[in-house]
């Protein structure tokens, strides 16, 4: 089984900010301050853990994806706070979480995805449910996002689009997709990856009615599987690419800077069973390190990544 093992080429960090980055580590368990794990018992079925991190302030939120909750780490890797998702079914598949914040980076809602109920649960900042949303049309939930005003993006894999819901979960539109992730600025503007064979990628920012505000092409026509992360408050964005013919554990992470240049890049070994392994917030990166098919011998590890000029 591979482990993650972020390559740090250089001596320069770059990202949005300059504060130092923390790391974590969580352990197996059924204690509070542990996360779940499923193990088969035969090869044909994957293992489960978490599924899905992101990073808040100088704070970690991890979707623990086996006993149905969203934890918040803070700085010295103590639990600051549980949120448990409200009414999940016995039987449930949580593919990816997002986080709507208020001032001085306050979590006062949650929205995660049931992959296998194929729903939306949205609650508050304490776990109430506020609404679940039937996301009817969809195939397989893979990615949300959520903006200010609390309009959901929800990204398909199988049907190649992206669903954009109300706050109030009424369906707005949905719009073409090609699986390369998405993220939400400070702005409430999406931002996305298009590739044509012409042109190769292009960063695409849509403004939150659906409106194409902007199209940088960046070319990289023979990198593969690319991914954007997180958009900085400078415009910047950070992007993962598989290399042509390579590995496609083998990662090479891109910053772009906000006229399209690359101005930062490293790279890595992605990991398994992990949709979300990358934690972006306040300027720093992390990159979880996991072995879910050995859980107890191996913890999960949330270590900063540095990006080379």
Known sequence: MRKIVPVLTGLLLLGFGNQAAADWQLTF?????????????????????????????????????????????????????????????????????????????????????????????????????????????????????????????????????????????????????????????????LHMLDYSEALGHSLVTLSASGAEIARQTVGMVDMQNPRIWQVGPGGERLVSFVAPAGDPTQQTLIMFAAAGEVVGKTVFTSPYYINRYLACAAGKFWLVRADYSNPFEVPIKVEPVSISR
């Open 29 to 189: 368990g059924r204690e509070s301050g542990q996360v779940g794990v499923t193990v088969p018992a035969n090869a044909e079925d994957l293992p489960v853990g978490p599924s899905s991190f992101r990073g808040v302030g100088q704070d970690l939120w991890v979707l623990d994806s086996v006993k149905g909750r969203v934890i918040c780490l803070d700085g010295s890797g103590s639990i600051k706070k549980e949120v448990v998702l409200p009414k999940l079914k016995p039987e449930f598949i949580l593919s990816d979480f997002a986080l709507q914040t208020g001032q001085n980076n306050e979590v006062t809602g949650v929205v995660a995805l049931d992959m296998m109920a194929r729903e939306i649960v949205v609650a508050n900042g304490e776990g109430v449910e506020l609404r679940r949303i039937a996301a009817d049309g969809l195939i397989q939930l893979d990615e949300i996002d959520i903006d200010s005003k609390g309009q959901i993006y929800v990204g398909d894999y199988a049907s190649a689009k992206i669903a954009v819901y109300s706050a109030a979960g009424k369906l707005l539109r949905t719009f073409p997709w090609q699986a390369s992730g998405f993220c939400v600025d400070e702005n409430d503007n």
